[in-house]
C-alpha cells in the first residue's frame, strides 16, 4: 500500500508507539483486500457496533483502554448500538440476575470508557443512527468508518454513502487516524451489482423474509433489486425507508450484504440505472412460492415448538418514529376487532432514545400505551443473548433476531394477530 | 491425503482435526454463547448452521467458505483469540470477509501471547470444501500449503 508521509510517519511510531499500531491494524486489513491507498473518513459522525458490556468482551475493554490511556482517540464523535438492558421490559429475577451480575456487570464501565473515546451524547444508543431524530446521517458519497451490518447496509444504499461491512474495533480504528482502506464498497467497481433480483410476487412482499431469501442466496455479493419499486413507488419516503431499514438488515444478517441497488428508487440506481449491473451478472427470481420457501426453510429451536409466546419483540434494527405511528394504529385497529383492549402477549416496540423522544410528544404515545405495548431502547438481541432465553418462546418479525438468538419469526401480519388475537 | 495452496493471511505451522462449514460461519451465533459462558471447547451455538451446530471449534481446523453476519465478527474472533478458544487454524476456501480478515489482523497486531496464535489460510478453492471432511487430519505449513488426510 502506498501511504502519504503523514501516514508512513504514524506508521513508523512518530506520534506514539500505541497509534502506530491503531495504523499498522488499518493498513493491514486494507492489504488483505488489496488496497492500494487510504482514503479520508469524510462523515461527521462515527457509528460503533459494540455498546454492551459483556463480560466476555474483557479483552476489547482492556484494548480500549490502551486507546484512552495513551490518549489516542478520534476526533469523529460516534453513535453506537443500542445498551443491552432496560428495566421497563419484563425480566423475571433469575433474568434480571443473569444480566447484572453474570453478563452485563461491566456495563457501566464500557459507557464510561465510550464516553472517554468521544460517544455523541446519551442519546447515541441505536442501532438505526442514521434516522432523522438521533443526527447521524450522512450524505451520498461521503466515506464513513462504521460498524454495525444494518446500518453499514442503509447507509451505503439508501444514502449512497461509502463504507464497507468494517467489523468492530477496525471501525474506531478508521476513525481514529482518520482514513480507512480504499477497496470493496468504497470503489465504483465494488459497487456494481453481481447479482439480477427480480421480484415478481403478487403482493407487496414481507421486508424482513424478502431480505432474508435475497442475503441467503447472494452472500456478501451486491444485488440489483428489479420489481420492488412496484410496491414501494419511486420516492424514498418515510414508509419506503422504514422498508428498506427492515429488509437490509435481513440481507445483511441472513447473509452479509453491504449494498444494495432497487431499481428505481435507491439514490444510485436513480443516476445510474442498469449500467451498475456487472457483467454476467446472475439472476435469481422471487415469486410468492419462493418467499414461502424461506419461511417454512426456518428451524424453531423453542422446546416446546407449540409453545405459547412469553414475549413479542419488535424493532431489529430500532424502529423508525414513522413505524411506531404505524403500528400504534394496527394494533389499536386489530385489538379492536378482537375485543380485546390491551396485547394478550407482552410485547416491546424498541426505537433509538432521540426517536422515542420524539414519539413521546405526539398523541400516538399515550395511545401505544394504552394498548399496553411498552417502548424501550433495549437491543432485544443482547436481552436474548444468554441460555434462560432457550427456553423462553419469544417472537418477533425481525429476521435478524431469529438468526442470532431462539426467537421465532412471524411475518408482521401474524404477529399483530398474536399480539392482539392469539392463535384463535 | 491431497494438497491445497492458499493464500496466508496469518503464517504458522500446526496440524489439527477439521470441522467442517459448508455454509457461511456466523461468527457471533457461533461464538457468543460458548464465550459468555466459558465453554473453553468454543462449541458451535449457532443453531442455523447444521454442519457446525453443538460442534467444537477451539483447537480445530475450521474449514469454511467466509465469515457472515454481524459486524461483531471480528472483535468476537479477536475475543476468542485473547481467551485462547481460538480455532488453531481458519482455513477459507473463498478470499477472507472483512469481518474476519479485521478480527484476524487485530489479533495478530495487538495479541502476542502464544496462546492466542491462530494460523489462518484463505483462497484454497471451492475443492478444498468439498474435499475435506470433519475429522481429518490438517496440516498447515507456513507457506500456505494445506495437507488433507
Not at chain 1, 468521544?118 to 441505536?126: H, I, P, Q, R, S
Not at chain 1, 444504499?157 to 480504528?173: E, H, K, Q, T, Y
Amino acid at each position: 500500500m502506498i501511504l502519504t508521509k503523514e501516514q508512513q510517519a504514524i506508521l513508523n511510531g512518530e506520534k506514539g508507539e500505541t497509534l502506530a499500531k491503531v495504523m499498522e491494524s488499518v493498513v493491514r486489513y486494507g492489504e488483505l483486500f488489496g488496497a492500494e491507498k487510504l482514503v479520508p473518513v469524510t462523515s461527521k459522525y462515527n457509528h460503533l457496533v459494540t455498546s454492551f458490556g459483556l463480560k466476555m468482551m474483557t479483552p476489547v475493554f482492556d484494548l480500549m483502554q490502551q486507546l484512552i490511556d495513551a490518549g489516542v482517540v478520534s476526533e469523529q464523535k460516534f453513535s453506537v448500538d443500542p445498551r443491552p438492558v432496560d428495566k421497563n421490559v419484563p425480566t423475571n429475577l433469575l433474568q434480571k440476575i443473569v444480566f447484572d451480575v453474570a453478563m452485563y456487570s461491566k456495563q457501566d464501565f464500557y459507557d464510561g470508557q465510550l464516553k472517554a473515546l468521544g460517544l455523541m451524547d446519551e442519546k447515541a444508543y441505536t442501532c438505526a443512527c442514521y434516522l432523522d431524530q438521533v443526527g447521524n446521517k450522512p450524505q451520498k458519497g461521503e466515506v464513513l468508518s462504521w460498524a454495525e451490518s444494518s446500518a453499514v447496509v442503509y447507509a451505503n444504499s439508501v444514502l449512497g454513502a461509502r463504507c464497507n461491512r468494517n467489523s468492530g474495533i477496525i471501525d474506531i480504528m478508521g476513525s481514529i487516524v482518520g482514513y480507512v482502506p480504499y477497496f470493496g464498497l468504497l470503489t465504483d467497481e465494488g459497487r456494481k451489482a453481481t447479482w439480477i433480483i427480480e421480484i415478481k410476487t403478487s403482493k407487496k412482499p414481507e421486508a424482513q423474509l424478502l431480505g432474508s431469501a435475497i442475503g441467503m442466496k447472494v452472500m456478501e455479493d451486491v444485488p440489483y433489486i428489479k420489481g420492488l419499486d412496484k410496491w414501494l413507488g419511486n420516492e424514498l419516503n418515510d414508509a419506503a425507508c422504514s422498508f428498506l431499514k427492515d429488509f437490509g438488515a435481513a440481507t445483511a444478517s441472513n447473509g452479509a450484504v453491504g449494498l444494495y441497488h432497487v431499481d428505481g428508487l435507491t439514490p444510485e440506481a436513480v443516476e445510474l440505472g442498469e449500467s451498475l449491473i456487472a457483467e454476467g451478472a446472475k439472476t435469481y427470481v422471487i415469486d410468492d412460492a419462493e418467499l414461502q420457501r424461506v419461511y417454512d426453510s426456518y428451524p424453531v429451536i423453542w422446546k416446546n415448538k407449540d409453545a405459547s409466546p412469553k414475549l413479542c419483540f419488535m424493532g431489529c434494527p430500532h424502529m423508525s418514529l414513522e413505524q411506531l405511528k404505524s403500528w400504534t394504529v394496527r394494533v389499536e385497529d386489530a385489538l379492536r376487532e378482537a375485543g380485546n383492549k390491551k396485547v394478550i402477549v407482552p410485547t416491546v416496540f424498541t426505537s433509538a432514545p432521540a426517536v422515542i423522544e420524539e414519539f413521546n410528544k405526539t398523541e400516538y404515545a399515550a395511545r401505544l400505551k394504552a394498548t399496553g405495548v411498552i417502548v424501550s431502547y433495549i437491543c432485544p438481541l443482547m436481552y436474548m443473548n444468554n441460555p434462560l432465553c432457550k427456553s423462553m418462546p419469544v417472537i418477533t418479525s425481525s429476521n435478524k433476531l431469529r438468526t442470532y438468538t431462539t426467537a421465532r419469526y412471524y411475518t408482521d401480519e401474524e404477529i399483530l394477530k398474536k399480539i392482539t388475537k392469539g392463535d384463535k | 491425503m491431497k494438497t491445497f495452496k492458499g493464500r496466508i493471511v496469518a503464517p504458522g505451522n500446526v496440524t489439527a482435526e477439521a470441522v467442517v462449514s459448508h455454509a457461511g460461519l456466523n461468527t457471533l451465533a457461533s461464538f457468543q454463547g460458548a464465550l459468555q459462558f466459558g465453554d473453553k471447547k468454543a462449541t458451535c451455538g449457532d443453531q442455523n448452521n447444521p454442519d457446525l451446530y453443538n460442534k467444537q471449534m477451539a483447537g480445530k481446523a475450521l474449514c469454511l467458505p467466509q465469515t457472515i453476519g454481524s459486524t461483531t465478527g471480528g472483535l468476537v474472533l479477536y475475543c476468542a483469540c485473547a481467551m485462547g478458544r481460538q480455532p488453531a487454524a481458519m482455513l477459507f476456501s473463498m478470499p477472507i470477509d472483512s469481518l474476519a480478515g479485521a478480527g484476524v489482523v487485530i489479533a495478530d497486531v495487538w495479541l502476542k501471547d502464544d496462546k492466542a496464535k491462530m494460523v489462518v489460510v484463505d483462497s484454497l478453492g471451492d475443492e478444498f470444501l468439498n474435499y475435506v471432511k470433519d475429522g481429518m487430519s490438517i496440516t498447515v505449513k507456513e507457506d500456505g500449503t494445506v495437507e488433507v488426510k
